[in-house]
């Protein structure tokens, strides 16, 4: 039996050597875009390395008129922004994750998992104009002050609560960040909760467990590592994220104790100083700046990789 | 009957869920409240039919929104066709090869890269050598981000197409390319194209790959050569301005912005959901 027409054998070896050639050569291209960065980010700021050397990473200064920089200060930001923003996110998404897979009814948790799914698509632009706009105002007139009135005179954490409450700072840049990177680390959970085998709740149910046992003793320890690989690629969209820490992190090369006080991350700065940055050493430290935002996301994102594979290879490709 | 603190245990359990998930949603519903009510109250004919002002003038954001259209428009044809070969290697031809693996695994990094780097390094690539912001450069940044996204979509709709049929056709004599491009791709399109349309709607919104390449235009250019204007950037530049007008027409830009982008979303899982039962 011959094969209908159009999918006649009319020209074999030699288009299917071409159709190979061309899909490989756009695989090739994927590395091509990630090692190109990678490169040309380290080659537009080597004239910073090599101005200022290891010191680049170690120096708080961020002087442009006299040509001094130092990667600090942005590294802090960035650093305190997304690990609050994880302490936020993570217990956040797990809770979500468990209302999805145990408790909502069945006709609720495509609709509430959908609506958790469109944080994600909302534009990070849109999150930082709320931010300045509403959120900043909003922390600035009702949390930020009873933040430092409550924790303020504490020993220890009380430092972190001090200062005026203007609503643009750590914190608020932290919380929205938290929203920001909920949907991504709720997304694994909700699948490798639903992957853990019936039978193990089952069995602890039978047992007379409460539902928090359950969690903590059952669902947790058996995701354990796609949960990390979660909190992984959680940190690694919070620390490259740009424009929403722009709007409300207040772009100040300050190094404070205090979260509520403006600083500075590594991708606000370059966002709002790049257009403006009017000399090469000046354009190239931002560009030095992200290409160790760029190196840090990549561990981490890889990290974030490796652990999901792992779940993947013992459970199958399900998830 | 459990003892009291096992009860409470239970329900803080329970308490927890529903807090964390009400935690979720209100900022869902704060933000698109918000957006909306300031967006409705700034939105008028004009927004679609005048340039973007000079500060304190009166106007609307029509090249930036055919800036942005052009842009978008651009990176998909230079994004999606090679995106879905990437994808089809993954799934097809190099299925069980080192590289396929490699690719695919570089390939979820790039998905979540810092957008803000891709612009970085395509001015490096494509505005510094040429010595000015331009549309096109935009474009290029735009159709990175969409690049991975694209690529993941395919490998995942492909992989779902049953092996019988590739093994039927095989059986037939027909040659393998023709397999993928006359039979995988037609079981596959509709995951292709929810790729394609997500893919969309993530860089419609993207704003700082479009910093340092597009930039921005005040007055109307069609040119993909020239900076050009376009609504994330305007937005962004409006917003952090101190004129009530441009805070007014950003929140406009705002609206309609987030309107196309969650239209097309639930759009697209509505369908995805519907062709999958």
Partial sequence: MSPPPHLAPSSGAAADRLFRLVTAGAAWLVLIVLGGAAVSMAWGGRLAFETFGWRFIASRDWDPVSGKFGALIPIYGTLATSIIALLIAVPVSIGIALFLTDIAPRWLRAPIGMAIELLAAIPSIIYGMWGLFVFAPFMAAHVEPWLTGKLGGLPVIGPLFTGPPIGIGLLTASVVLGIMIIPFITAVARDVFNAVPSSLKEAAVALGSTRWEILSRVTLPYTRSAIIGAIFLGLGRALGETMAVTFVLGNAHDLSPSLLMPSNSIAAAIANEFTEADTELYRSSLIALAFLLFVVTFLVLCAAKLMLMRVGRTHGRSQ | ?277
Avoid: C
């Fill in chain 2, 1 to 277: 009957m459990m003892p009291l603190r096992r009860k409470l245990a239970d329900g803080a359990a329970l308490l927890f869920a529903l807090a964390a998930t009400a935690f979720g949603l209100i900022w869902l519903v704060w933000i698109l409240w918000t957006t909306m009510a300031e967006g409705a109250a700034a939105l008028t004919p004009s927004l679609f039919t005048q340039m973007t002002p000079p500060p304190g003038g009166s106007g609307g954001l029509l090249n930036a929104f055919y800036g942005s259209a052009v842009m978008v428009l651009v990176a998909l044809v230079l994004g999606t066709p090679v995106g879905i070969a990437a994808g089809t290697y993954l799934a097809e031809h190099g299925r069980h090869s080192r590289l396929a693996a490699i690719v695919g695994f570089i390939n979820d990094i790039l998905l979540s890269a810092p957008s803000i780097v891709i612009g970085l390094f395509v001015y490096e690539l494509a505005v510094r050598p040429a010595g000015h912001f331009s549309g096109f450069a935009g474009a290029i940044a735009l159709a990175i981000i969409l690049l991975p996204i694209v690529v993941r979509t395919t490998d995942e709709a492909l992989r779902l197409v049953p092996n019988q049929m590739r093994e039927a056709a095989f059986a037939l004599g027909v040659p393998a390319w023709r397999i993928t491009s006359r039979i995988i791709y037609k079981a596959g399109l509709s995951g292709i194209v929810t790729g394609v349309l997500l893919g969309l709607a993530r860089i419609a919104g993207e704003t700082a790959p479009l910093l340092f390449t597009a930039l921005n235009n005040q007055f109307w250019s069609a040119s993909l050569a020239q900076p050009l204007a376009n609504v994330p950037v305007v937005i962004f530049q409006y917003a952090m301005s101190p004129y009530d007008q441009w805070h007014a027409l950003a929140w406009a830009g705002a609206l309609v912005l987030t309107a196309f982008v969650l239209g097309l979303n639930l759009m697209v899982r509505f369908f995805a959901r519907r062709g999958n039962r």
